[in-house]
């Protein structure tokens, strides 16, 4: 039954095909100031479907969040024209979007509107979660999550505790086990306790899953999974803290305790956690409070808005005062992260050029936070990797599940110098000096990207590449992120 519109909207009813088009079409434009009547909203209500879908509302709550979406149907947020397609929003399969941003309608500034992952990634993750469930290729991605044993346990928690974001000791069902269990020794000896290493191994402690797999060795090949993200791979009470009181995607934000979070808000944290930890990290380690990272602005399904950088690679050509500059300020960011007033230790496991982003007044952040694992040196971390899980369909939404993340104990303080030396600073600093600074800038960051070397060495070297490359910046209005000051203090 459709809705009664009045007088004024019947009148409109020969020509609703054409009116259906323009107020489509008027959606979509990132430079249209009209807004269709209140009157026929209910009528063309339809026309955001395509909105909807690109950025990926249909699949919510299996998605970031939806703190900023008013911006985007209020037109708050418009693409660049230069990527718009004939239908006004653009391409689907790239990872950013350049875009432009206000609070008033009237100013207006550059803002990066980002994928958690590709498209592709979404698309292969939510047909894993279809599989998970013996689904058809196409599901309710939402319905078959809420099942699972991992947010049936968040539900219940008033805390966001590292046994929830850890590996789960759990075989819910005989099939996982095998046929190699049901034929082994133990189970014919003592079918009792077989069933309940399948039916009950959720439930028991630590002492009594050691007991289990001592009896039934299949068990000890299986792998402990928890949620894959870096960040969490050695999760501390004090971290977890932190992201339940800085999530930014529900109101009244400021309380370790979950209880102001919906059943909607856990699932929406938790698929964020497993499948990229990027819009966490720019949460809880915000820019304003002097962390290397640049501005969270808000979720609208599967993509988060954030303040716009330009990718390092694109500096790979800079004049050497600039380079040199870059290189200094990256170098310095990795130092903050290794040590800093908190007392947490963040390492990246993988890094290249378009990690690291520089805003227009030339300060360089982190632009990819997705690779960056924090280590709480104050409270310690509990250890994540154990042998002998089975998988979770959060651990494994964009992987296999087989990769294998070394012991938070054994990751050196070299390790995020190391991969910038060995994989970054070269290509912006080669060819840039003459030829004596050239050399010995050459040989240093050799030095430093050598893995087998000690930790102090490592650190002695890039401490040695700052030294060399400070007095190789330049004072003047290029580097307004340290311009005037550089000329009355040195420190700049």
């Known amino acids: 039954?459709?809705?009664?519109?009045?007088?004024?909207?019947?009148?409109?009813?020969?020509?609703?095909?054409?009116?259906?088009?323009?107020?489509?079409?008027?959606?979509?434009?990132?430079?249209?100031?009209?807004?269709?009547?209140?009157?026929?909203?209910?009528?063309?209500?339809t026309s955001y479907n395509f909105g909807r879908t690109f950025l990926g509302l249909d699949k919510c709550n299996a998605c970031i969040g939806t703190s900023i979406c008013k911006k985007f149907f209020k037109e708050e947020i418009r693409f660049d024209n230069r990527l718009a397609s004939h239908l006004g929003l653009p391409s689907g399969y790239l990872p950013s979007y350049s875009a432009n941003y206000s609070d008033d309608s009237k100013t207006w500034r550059p803002v990066e509107v980002s994928r958690l992952v590709s498209k592709q990634q979404n698309e292969i993750s939510d047909r894993r979660i279809c599989a998970f469930a013996a689904a058809p290729k196409t599901c309710?991605?939402?319905?078959?999550?809420?099942?699972?044993r991992r947010f049936q346990k968040w539900l219940q928690a008033k805390r966001l505790t590292p046994d929830l974001v850890r590996g789960q000791h759990c075989l819910p069902t005989k099939r996982l086990l095998g046929r190699s269990v049901v034929q082994s020794d133990a189970v014919s000896k003592a079918p009792k306790m077989a069933l309940a290493a399948v039916e009950t191994f959720c439930t028991r402690s630590f002492i009594q899953i050691q007991q289990y797999l001592w009896h039934f060795p299949i068990l000890r090949t299986r792998q402990w999974t928890g949620l894959p993200s870096p960040l969490l791979r050695c999760p501390s009470q004090r971290l977890l803290d932190r992201v339940v009181r800085r999530y930014a995607e529900v109101p009244d934000a400021g309380s370790i305790f979950m209880d102001h979070f919906t059943d909607r808000d856990k699932l929406r944290l938790l698929y964020t956690l497993a499948v990229n930890a990027h819009p966490i990290l720019l949460q809880i380690f915000p820019g304003a409070e002097g962390w290397p990272l640049p501005r969270y602005l808000g979720s609208c399904g599967r993509f988060l808005i954030s303040?716009?950088?330009?990718?390092?690679?694109?500096?790979?050509?800079?004049?050497?005062?600039?380079?040199?500059?870059?290189?200094?300020?990256?170098?310095?960011?990795?130092?903050?992260?290794?040590?800093?007033?908190?007392?947490?230790?963040?390492?990246?496991?993988?890094?290249?050029?378009?990690?690291?982003?520089?805003?227009n007044n030339g300060h360089l952040f982190i632009r990819d936070a997705s690779t960056l694992g924090v280590i709480d040196r104050q409270e310690g971390s509990q250890a994540a990797a154990r042998a002998g899980e089975n998988k979770d369909i959060f651990s494994c939404l964009l992987s296999d599940c087989q990769a294998e993340l070394p012991s938070c104990d054994t990751v050196p303080e070299k390790q995020s110098l190391v991969l910038v030396c060995r994989q970054v600073l070269p290509r912006l600093l080669q060819g840039k000096f003459p030829s004596p600074v050239q050399e010995e800038i050459d040989a240093t960051l050799t030095w430093c990207g050598e893995d087998t070397r000690p930790d102090a060495e490592v650190l002695g070297a890039a401490s040695r590449l700052k030294d060399i490359l400070r007095p190789l910046r330049t004072c003047d209005p290029r580097f307004a992120y340290r311009y005037p000051d550089c000329k009355y203090n040195d420190k700049f």
């Open 1 to 45: 039954m459709e809705p009664w519109l009045g007088p004024e909207a019947a009148a409109l009813r020969p020509g609703w095909p054409a009116l259906l088009l323009w107020v489509s079409a008027l959606r979509c434009s990132v430079s249209s100031p009209a807004s269709p009547s209140p009157s026929l909203v209910p009528r063309v209500r």
């Open 140 to 148: 309710s991605i939402e319905r078959v999550l809420r099942k699972t």
């Open 307 to 359: 303040t716009s950088t330009s990718p390092l690679q694109e500096f790979y050509s800079a004049p050497p005062d600039q380079a040199a500059d870059l290189a200094y300020q990256l170098l310095g960011v990795l130092e903050s992260l290794r040590s800093n007033d908190l007392n947490y230790f963040f390492y990246f496991t993988h890094v290249d050029a378009g990690m690291f982003g520089i805003f």
